[in-house]
């Protein structure tokens, strides 16, 4: 450890602790006229994170970022992606590293993802209702069909994904991912890693499960019209299939998949539920060093579960327009989309 270095470890650990405890998802490192700068992402809300430090230069904060992420120390001209776990007192968790070399110097994005444990992964603590956990488990009880969890970024969807893996691993069943990134490990379950640069892709991983006798794939994310062919089919020819969209709703969610070239009719005949969820936070203000003043955020999944009936499958499969399907579902006293309230 070098003496000029120092500092520049003493301010990333506060810098992190100070998040951690805020809840936030995000650390944001840039400079301003040759002084570093710190933001935290809050939900929709970009907050100033103030360490009670003398700030060091900033290129040994990202110097010391790089050597912990395992990237280039001396490369500043090219984006780079790494990770590192961190931990202090209570917290526990994995720092993905995203580097942008901009006009006004090097930036630096922090996203930081909480190692839960598997009882901490599991579908009460995530916030849903006994309801709708009755109806998790008994849709997770299919042996085939696609079931997405829908909500915006930051909301939680791969949380979630991670605590109905477990739900099946529970029943037995054989579980396979493929995941950018992979963001926590999981007992029982058999993850992959997306990584473009050998060849493994969101597809070409995806058909390479399949070849390993699954009961279950989880679809990080449906990037493309190929993948989600596959996903498609895999859904259609005896596996169920988990995966993530940024919809607001089921019907939203079938217009994705259109969007990706999947006809309405298969969609209709696919797509069995859809989990809409999004975060409801609540503050509480300390009075302690090192958040004076400061509010800690906690934030509680809120969920909406659709179930795809045959009638709202005959809508989606259907020559109406997605306005005219909204409607109808509307008018047949289904929930549309998820209203953000407590349960």
């Known amino acids: 450890?070098?003496?000029?270095?120092?500092?520049?470890?003493?301010?990333?650990?506060?810098?992190?602790?100070?998040?951690?405890?805020?809840?936030?998802?995000?650390?944001?490192?840039?400079?301003?006229?040759?002084?570093?700068?710190?933001?935290?992402?809050l939900g929709n809300s970009i907050v100033p994170?103030?360490?009670?430090?003398?700030?060091?230069?900033?290129?040994?904060?990202?110097?010391?970022?790089?050597?912990?992420?395992?990237?280039d120390v001396a490369e500043s001209r090219l984006p780079q992606d790494g990770a590192f776990h961190w931990h202090a007192a209570s917290f526990l968790c994995d720092v993905r590293v995203a580097t942008l070399?901009?006009?006004?110097?090097?930036?630096?994005?922090?996203?930081?993802?909480?190692i839960q444990t598997q009882e901490e992964n599991s579908l009460q603590s995530l916030g849903m209702s006994p309801d709708q956990i009755v109806g998790v488990r008994t849709l997770?009880?299919?042996?085939?069909?696609?079931?997405?969890?829908?909500?915006?970024?930051?909301?939680?969807?791969?949380?979630?994904?991670?605590?109905?893996?477990?739900?099946?691993?529970?029943?037995?069943?054989?579980?396979?991912?493929?995941?950018?990134?992979?963001?926590?490990?999981?007992?029982?379950?058999?993850?992959?890693?997306?990584?473009?640069?050998?060849?493994?892709?969101?597809?070409?991983?995806?058909?390479?499960?399949?070849?390993?006798?699954?009961?279950?794939?989880?679809?990080?994310?449906v990037r493309?019209?190929?993948?989600?062919?596959?996903?498609?089919?895999?859904?259609?020819?005896?596996?169920?299939?988990?995966?993530?969209?940024?919809?607001?709703?089921?019907?939203?969610?079938?217009i994705r998949l259109a969007d990706l070239g999947i006809p309405r009719n298969t969609i209709g005949e696919v797509l069995k539920a859809v989990v809409m969820q999004k975060l409801y936070t609540s503050r509480t203000f300390r009075d302690s060093p090192p958040l004076d003043g400061m509010a800690i955020v906690k934030r509680t999944g809120v969920f909406s579960l659709n179930t795809v009936t045959p009638e709202q499958a005959e809508w989606i499969s259907s020559d109406l327009n997605w306005v005219s399907v909204r409607t109808a579902v509307l008018a047949a006293g289904e929930p549309a989309r998820l209203s953000l309230k407590a349960q």
Do not use: W
């Open 1 to 41: 450890m070098s003496v000029v270095e120092s500092p520049a470890i003493s301010f990333l650990q506060v810098l992190l602790t100070k998040a951690v405890a805020l809840g936030c998802s995000d650390v944001h490192l840039f400079t301003v006229g040759g002084k570093l700068q710190s933001q935290g992402r």
């Open 49 to 71: 994170l103030d360490v009670p430090l003398e700030v060091p230069d900033g290129q040994s904060v990202l110097r010391r970022i790089k050597v912990l992420a395992g990237l």
């Open 101 to 114: 070399p901009t006009v006004q110097g090097e930036t630096a994005v922090l996203r930081l993802l909480p």
């Open 140 to 221: 997770l009880e299919r042996s085939t069909g696609l079931v997405a969890v829908a909500g915006s970024t930051g909301s939680g969807k791969t949380t979630t994904l991670y605590a109905l893996m477990l739900e099946l691993v529970r029943q037995g069943k054989r579980v396979v991912s493929i995941e950018d990134p992979v963001e926590q490990v999981l007992s029982g379950c058999h993850q992959v890693q997306v990584r473009e640069k050998v060849g493994i892709s969101f597809e070409s991983g995806l058909r390479a499960c399949l070849r390993h006798d699954p009961d279950v794939i989880m679809v990080g994310e």
């Open 224 to 254: 493309d019209g190929k993948t989600a062919q596959v996903a498609v089919r895999a859904a259609l020819t005896g596996h169920l299939v988990l995966t993530t969209t940024h919809a607001n709703d089921f019907i939203g969610t079938a």
